[in-house]
């Protein structure tokens, strides 16, 4: 479902410029979601301010950061106000996580049925996210499952987001 503007427990979904977007687009299209309009990802929370990952930490920024911008604001069909206020206090915990790119890596070599032992467990235990990543987290530990093939958190892309939760509208 898509908003036209952004409540507390949504997803905001925007692109990122430059070398760094490119980079992204490249991996989500090599995980099997496309060349898609979106790389970037964050939580909306009360009082006009979103939580982010970046790469030098998960923070909390005010919603006119992304003034001008194209953010798509998306939530799973059904989301009550209940369920919102816990993905916000979900959110909360999560300022300061480190950022991972290794995340990325992650992704590709699961979308390639590649096993490495140990991989997940170490990316897990370092306690980094990416983006899209912290969004669903921020869903599972408010008790809302987004993906129903039970997916690691760590293999969700912005592009995986938007196709389950935007695609279609």
Known sequence: MIHPHPVPGDIGLTTISGAVGKLIRLGQWLN????????????VLPGERIL????????????TAYDGAVV???????????QRTAVCAAARAYVGV?????????????????WVPGLRRY???????????????????????????????????????????????
Do not use: K
């Open 72 to 82: 798509r604001y998306v939530y799973p069909p059904g989301l009550t106000d209940e």
């Open 123 to 169: 990316i897990a235990g370092t306690g980094h996210m990416i983006c899209s990543q912290l969004a669903d987290q921020c869903y599972q530990d408010a008790g809302v499952r987004l993906f129903a093939d039970g997916r690691w958190p760590g293999y969700v892309t912005p592009m995986a987001l938007y196709d389950l939760l935007a695609a279609d509208t």
């Open 32 to 43: 099997g979601n496309g060349f898609g309009d979106y790389e970037h990802a964050f939580v």
């Open 98 to 114: 480190p950022y991972s790119f290794l995340d990325y890596l992650a992704i590709a070599l699961h979308r390639f049925r590649l």
């Open 52 to 63: 982010e990952a970046e790469p030098g930490g998960a923070r909390v920024r005010p919603l």
